[in-house]
Structure formats: C-alpha cells, structure tokens
C-alpha cells in the first residue's frame, strides 16, 4: 500500500534522527495546510499546490533547522512567542528566570523592571502579561530582535506598559540614558564562550543569532558589564537576577559581590545545573 504524505513525512524525520517524529510530521503538515495540529493524521490530503512547500519545510527539519524557527513561533511559559532568525528561541530554562522573578516582584511589589537583552521578548512580555501594574524597559542591541519583541508585546496585549531600547550595555553613557532606577534587572545574556560556539549543536549555532550566544572568551563578559551598571540602575533594595550556564555560579556570584550586591538566592534546573541567580542592593 502506498504511504500516505504524513506517513511519508514522518519517515523522513525518523531517517534524520528527529526525537519526535510524529509531532513534527503534523506541525509542519498544518502549518502548510493551515490547519490545527490535531486536525493532521493518515488520512490527511496536502493539495498538490502546497506539496512543494510542505517539501521545503520538511528538509529545512532534516538540515537542522529548529521546528519553531520553521514555524515562526515557539511556546514558553503560558503563551505563544514569534519567532525568526534574528531571536534566540526561548528556552524552558529561561521559564525559571521568569518565575522567579514573578515570584519575588509578587512578593516585594517591585514596580519598575529593566530586562536587559530582550530578544524574543518572552520574559518582558511574559512579566507584564502576568503582573498588570507593572512597568518594564527592555534593553537589545539588535534593532531587528526588537521588532519581534514589539510584535510579541502587541501579541500579549501589553506594549503600552514596555518601553524598548536600542542600546548596546557597553556604551559609556548607557546608564544617563536609561535615566532612572529601577526595583529589578533581569536578564539571559550572552554567556557561551567563543571557542565553544563551533561545538554547539547545529539547531543552536546556526540558527540562533551569535549576538545572543556569544559571551566573549571566558564567557562572563556581559556579567562583568551588568555587575558594573547594575548598582547605579537599582533601587535601594532592588533585585538582579541572571540566568547563568553551566559551571559559571561561583565566578559570576564573585563578580556581583565584588561590585557589592549581595547574593541571596540561587534557583536550580530540573538537572539540578544553577541556572539563575538572584542578587540584592542592600
Ligand atoms: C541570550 S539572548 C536572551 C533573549 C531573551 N531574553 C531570552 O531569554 O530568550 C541575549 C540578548 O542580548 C542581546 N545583546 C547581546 N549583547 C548585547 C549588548 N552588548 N547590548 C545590548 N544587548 C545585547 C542579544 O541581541 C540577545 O537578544
């Protein structure tokens, strides 16, 4: 018997050792119909006319290409973030950065939140969705990053409580440009190290931006620089709180207490890896 295009597809993506093929097969067989996942099964008929795009789709998967920067969106935390070229998708990882950071300001009453390295926007966006009297600035370098974190800020319904920044952290007059202080920083940034970029899997370093990856040769540069702004941007008893990788705890906890903020939390993953750390302007 003849296999049917779902069958077909998700043989394609067993043969490039995709970890779930059947998923995958009816995301991108309804992404090019249209359709809802759930609606795609063996009985499902793609129009010769969109063969050819289900086609392009279907190899872009095999050559590595992440499911959600083929899709255009990627789900994190509650909603539904766009995505492209120019963002680093969301990682679940990053949800522990934004729930501790709703825990505390639930818990503090903090008002004014600065996240620097916006990116997608999932974390801003994410923020001001869940606390609505809140008010954010989201700081990115990449003009293009922040059009995708304006759309997704419209998406939330949310862009008239977020002010975004074009503006690289390292400039001098960074901080007279933000001109006010605030009750938390918040931030993922770039923290890879750049002799281990060309190691990194191929759905990571070719499709995520290396402006989101790279964080210089021992991985801690943008620490540094966030440490050095960080006391003169927070408020008396305002908060900071990193998403860091594996391994960097005690050399960026050393860097924050050098600049005198005083560590007071560290959250861990699922694995048991610190993956957030929350620092304190006494
Ligand atoms: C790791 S991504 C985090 C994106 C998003 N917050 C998230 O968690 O998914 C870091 C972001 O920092 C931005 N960035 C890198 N260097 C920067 C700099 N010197 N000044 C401002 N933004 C920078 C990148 O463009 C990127 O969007």
Not at 24 to 33: D, N
Not at 73 to 100: A, G, Q
Not at 140 to 146: G, N, R, V, W
Request: proline share 4%; aromatic share 6%; hydrophobic share 40%.
């Amino acid at each position: 018997m003849l296999e049917t295009i779902y069958e077909q597809t998700i043989n394609k993506l067993i043969k490039a050792g995709i970890a779930s093929p059947r998923l995958e097969a009816r995301l991108l067989i309804s992404y090019v119909l249209g359709t809802v996942p759930d609606e795609v099964g063996v009985q499902t008929i793609v129009p010769d006319n969109l063969l050819e795009k289900l086609d392009n789709c279907v190899q872009k998967r095999v050559d590595g290409m992440p499911i959600d920067k083929i899709l255009g969106h990627k789900e994190f935390y509650k909603y539904d973030f766009i995505v492209s070229k120019d963002v680093l998708s969301p990682r679940p990882d990053t949800e522990i950065l934004l729930e501790t950071a709703l825990r505390i300001l639930q818990l503090s009453g903090g008002k004014y939140v600065l996240e620097l390295g916006v990116g997608s926007g999932c974390v801003l966006s994410s923020v001001l969705k869940e606390i609505v009297d809140i008010q954010c600035v989201g700081v990115d370098i990449s003009t293009k990053a922040l059009s995708i974190t304006r759309q997704n800020m419209q998406r939330l319904g949310v862009e008239n409580r977020g002010n975004l920044l074009c503006k690289d952290w390292f400039d001098d007059d960074f901080v007279e440009c933000l001109n006010r202080e605030f009750d938390m920083i918040v931030s993922n940034p770039p923290y890879i190290k750049t002799g281990d970029i060309q190691s990194l899997d191929t759905e990571v370093q070719k499709y995520d931006p290396l402006l989101a990856l790279d964080g210089g040769e021992d991985g801690l540069k943008h620490y540094t620089r966030i440490a050095k702004i960080a006391p003169t941007l927070l408020c008396a008893g305002g908060y900071v709180l990193l998403e860091i990788g594996f391994g960097q705890a005690a050399d960026v906890k050393q860097i924050f207490e050098k600049a005198g903020l005083k560590h007071s939390k560290t959250v861990r993953d699922l694995s048991g890896i610190e993956r957030v750390l929350v620092f304190e302007k006494c």
